[in-house]
């Protein structure tokens, strides 16, 4: 599975930007994936930002990016969003995508939701984010 990411570019404090997640692999489909955004700055660890069920019904977000962030997915076109407001130097990293190949297969066919955070990988090569001060 691969996937690649689009939409970053350079903003300034305050400003908006939209993510695209994207599969590159013929015939992967996320319908039935759980999919999750993370991010990783220079010199420090991946943390997941945010991360949304294959149902879309549930969804999860870190502390430091609630209320500002927002994922979405939109099956019939393969894809998952990150829309990425009031943003700030904090949030200059690499964004990425992921897949949770694990256990999504099995809440799919029972109909269930995650509580926990999934392991989501692998990871796509990213889009890079940079918010100027």
């Known amino acids: 599975v691969q996937l690649v990411e689009s939409g970053g570019g350079l903003v300034q404090s305050g400003g908006s930007l939209r993510l695209s997640c994207a599969s590159a692999?013929?015939?992967?489909?996320?319908?039935?994936?759980?999919m999750a955004w993370s991010r990783q700055a220079p010199g420090k660890e991946r943390e997941i930002v945010a991360a949304?069920?294959?149902?879309?019904?549930?969804?999860y977000y870190a502390d430091l990016v609630k209320g500002r962030f927002t994922v979405s997915r939109d099956d019939a076109e393969n894809t998952m969003y990150l829309q990425m407001n009031n943003l700030e130097p904090e949030d200059t990293a690499l964004y990425s995508c992921?897949?949770?190949?694990?256990?999504?297969?099995?809440?799919?066919?029972?109909?269930?939701?995650?509580?926990?955070?999934?392991?989501?990988?692998?990871w796509g090569p990213g889009t890079q984010v940079t918010v100027s001060s």
């Open positions: 992921a897949p949770d190949l694990s256990s999504s297969a099995i809440d799919y066919i029972y109909g269930r939701e995650f509580d926990d955070l999934p392991d989501f990988a692998p």
């Open positions: 692999t013929s015939g992967f489909t996320m319908e039935q994936f759980h």
């Open positions: 949304i069920s294959w149902s879309g019904e549930t969804t």
